[in-house]
């Protein structure tokens, strides 16, 4: 019996698990705060066991004791570092589904020397995304094409059925990752030259994209693009680009948050603050003047507008006190997040990833426009799609390594065939899967 040490039962956790408890000879060990969250990642099933104990702390000592395979670690980007180190130290594997920190990449020749395989990115995005690209251009490099333009996007939503908010997106992960996003530097290429928007201002340039079956959504840009003309093998592009999708409306309304300085980190004294009150600080509205009026004056904006009224629902106008002593206003934000933007039961989120390649043949001096196409609903009642599409990926990579198909040590992502090809397999097994499409471009 292989025994797999999983730390963390959050959101993305259940389906990793159920994944790796369809084989046989694998006993996986879950760890984590809340034995509720145990209870319903593994599911009474008999070669699961749960143990209640703090995952990061805690996770040397549980690796000694239990001597695992093979470590998942599923909790937060902040504690990549520490568990490959340790999993180094041990001569244990692990995969992960965070983006590759600075910390962790130096911890490559070590793994090396080791012999150990530290699997990150290997998630929904990044994950799906990096192994979709690079095995679409690895076939148009192989056809003799290069690429002049790579365009990536991907967003989490609710199904337009269950889009029951003005905000038009539901939690499918925690409040923090959400709030720390609409800060984000992005970064990207467009005709050759350089485009950077520094900190928010990507929600002020907004593209609009059609998506085959579903309609228009907003896209913008999303964290550094640039990195991947390397990792993706097409030094030779003119244009990336790496984005989010999101219903419409959704930027402006970040947009006008950040100008209220809704996502600062300062801490605050909130204690018999109301909402209201503490959006007028924060705009310097004095409390005899016209709140509306003057809150309109500063965003400009009109009280008829959509905008205004997201912000209204969202409650930041409101006279309730805010039920925090001290705290950021990205605190309350994440509060009115998390009390607002919630799927009921039974009701479906929607996954969408879209890449578009422009291939340039030299051989014939044709253009084509590939479009690789992965809409994924989640179940009603069950796992969501954010949770399968990022919990499954980990789990594949951990049965790769235990099948002894991955070989390559060091701290990697899933850029390598012997990754992505069998990755992909196993996630179209699992119904997770891309529609492809091709079409001539006018030179």
Not at 73 to 83: D, H, T
Not at 227 to 255: F, H, N, Q
Request: include cysteine; charged fraction near 25%.
């Amino acid at each position: 019996m292989k025994e797999i040490l999983v730390l963390g039962a959050g959101r993305v956790a259940r389906p990793c698990v159920q994944y790796l408890l369809k084989e046989p000879e694998y006993h996986v060990t879950v760890v984590d705060l809340k034995e509720e969250n145990l209870v319903h990642v593994i599911d009474h099933h008999p070669r699961g066991k749960g143990i209640v104990g703090n995952a990061g702390s805690e996770s040397a000592m549980l690796m000694d004791k239990l001597h695992p395979c093979l470590v998942v670690n599923l909790l937060p980007a902040s504690f990549m570092k520490q568990i490959a180190e340790e999993c180094i130290e041990r001569g244990i594997p692990t995969v992960n589904p965070s983006y590759i920190d600075g910390a962790t990449k130096n911890l490559d020749e070590y793994a090396k020397e080791k012999g150990v395989t530290v699997l990150c990115e290997l998630g929904l995005d990044p994950g799906i995304d990096h192994m979709s690209a690079v095995q679409t251009i690895e076939r148009i490099q192989k056809e003799g094409g290069k690429i002049d333009s790579f365009w990536s996007v991907c967003g989490a939503i609710p199904s337009a059925k269950d889009n029951t908010n003005p905000m038009g997106y539901k939690l499918s992960w925690a409040p923090a990752g959400l709030i720390g996003a609409s800060k984000r530097d992005a970064r990207f290429l467009e005709n050759g030259k350089e485009v950077f928007l520094p900190g928010g201002e990507t929600f002020q340039n907004v593209d609009l994209s059609e998506v085959e079956g579903l309609g228009h959504f907003e896209v913008y840009a999303n964290g550094n693009a640039l990195p991947y003309l390397d990792l993706y093998g097409i030094p030779e592009a003119k244009s990336i680009y790496r984005g989010t999708v999101r219903y419409l409306g959704w930027s402006e309304t970040i947009s006008k948050m950040l100008e209220m300085g809704l996502f600062e980190e300062e801490t605050l004294e909130l204690s018999g603050l109301s909402y209201r009150e503490l959006s007028a600080n924060l705009l310097g509205i004095l409390s005899e003047d016209d709140f509306e009026r003057d809150l309109c004056r500063k965003l400009n904006i009109e009280p008829y507008m959509a905008i205004y009224k997201r912000l209204e629902w969202l409650g930041l106008f409101s006279e309730d006190l805010i039920p925090i002593k001290q705290g950021s206003p990205r605190d309350v934000v994440s509060h009115l997040y998390f009390e607002k933007l919630y799927y009921e039961k039974d009701e479906q989120d929607l996954v969408i990833m879209e890449h578009r390649f422009i291939a340039h043949y030299p051989a014939s001096d044709k253009k084509i426009l590939y479009k690789s196409t992965m809409i994924d609903y989640g179940i009603a009642g069950g796992d969501t799609s954010v949770a399968r599409t990022t919990g499954i990926p980990p789990a594949i990579g951990a049965k790769l390594l235990l099948e002894g198909k991955i070989s390559t040590p060091g701290v990697i992502g899933p850029f390598l065939k012997e990754i992505y090809e069998p990755a992909l397999e196993e996630l179209k097994a699992e119904n997770i899967l891309f529609r492809e499409t091709e079409e001539p471009v006018e030179n």
